[in-house]
């Protein structure tokens, strides 16, 4: 059965610094990957999305993820964090012939200082 | 397009009660799964159907069940609830049968009192 791990709870970062979320995952094959963001009280919003090719993939809000399959990490990162990025993420795992079904990791719930 | 709609909102419901959430899938969307979140257990995944048919089940008790109609709108139950039941009850719509991106609603708020 596939896992996901994100081992930072919290993190805090100053308004205009860089920001970079850790995700670890266990999948026997190759993962279909996932970076949510959920602000209080609201559903999930996707951010952006691994399913194959570059490794690099580009989301929303200047959003990025690497995919490295030798770390079975996807670690989101943003140069610039905004005060509006204070949320809650979530990465998340969907197994191949598994339907849509999603496994998600414990989230890192980000705080953004002035 | 509209998003993926969830009613109600909130529920105040009694332990022993059942309760019926629903779930409108964005148009044209077939999958809805359906998952709780709690600050101790995270985002769990409860289940998901796919063309009116259950393809997915989470480890969550009988009391908990769902379905899904012609037009792919979905329905959860919760029987005989227990204080442990309150969460955030989420939905999400998928476009295919497998590994599509999912479309999450704003969820239900439910209280157990």
């Known amino acids: 059965a596939q896992s996901v791990t994100q081992p930072d709870i919290h993190i805090t970062v100053s308004e205009g610094a860089s920001l970079e979320l850790r995700c670890n995952y266990s999948y026997g094959a190759t993962p279909y990957l996932f970076w949510y963001v959920q602000s209080p009280g609201q559903g999930l919003q996707l951010l952006l999305k691994?399913?194959?090719?570059?490794?690099l993939v580009q989301g929303i809000k200047g959003f990025e993820a690497e995919f490295k399959r030798s770390q079975s990490s996807f670690n989101l990162r943003k140069p610039s964090v905004h005060w509006s990025d204070a949320a809650e993420y979530f990465c998340?795992?969907?197994?191949?012939?598994?339907?849509?079904?999603?496994?998600f990791g414990g989230g890192t719930r980000v705080l953004v200082k002035p | 397009k509209a998003g993926v709609t969830q009613t109600p909102r909130y529920l105040i419901k009694t332990r022993g009660q059942q309760v019926t959430l629903s779930c409108s899938p964005i148009s044209g969307h077939r999958s809805v799964s359906w998952y709780q979140q709690t600050p101790g257990q995270g985002l769990q995944f409860l289940f998901e159907?796919?063309?009116?048919?259950?393809?997915n089940k989470g480890n969550f008790p009988g009391r908990f069940s769902g379905r899904q109609f012609s037009n792919s709108r979905s329905e959860m139950n919760v029987s005989t609830l227990e204080l442990g039941d309150s969460a955030l009850y989420l939905c999400a719509s998928s476009l295919a049968a497998q590994n599509t991106e999912a479309f999450f609603g704003q969820g239900t708020r439910l209280t157990v009192v």
């Open positions: 159907y796919f063309s009116e048919t259950q393809r």
């Open positions: 998340a795992v969907g197994a191949r012939a598994a339907g849509n079904k999603l496994t």
């Open positions: 691994y399913f194959s090719g570059d490794t």
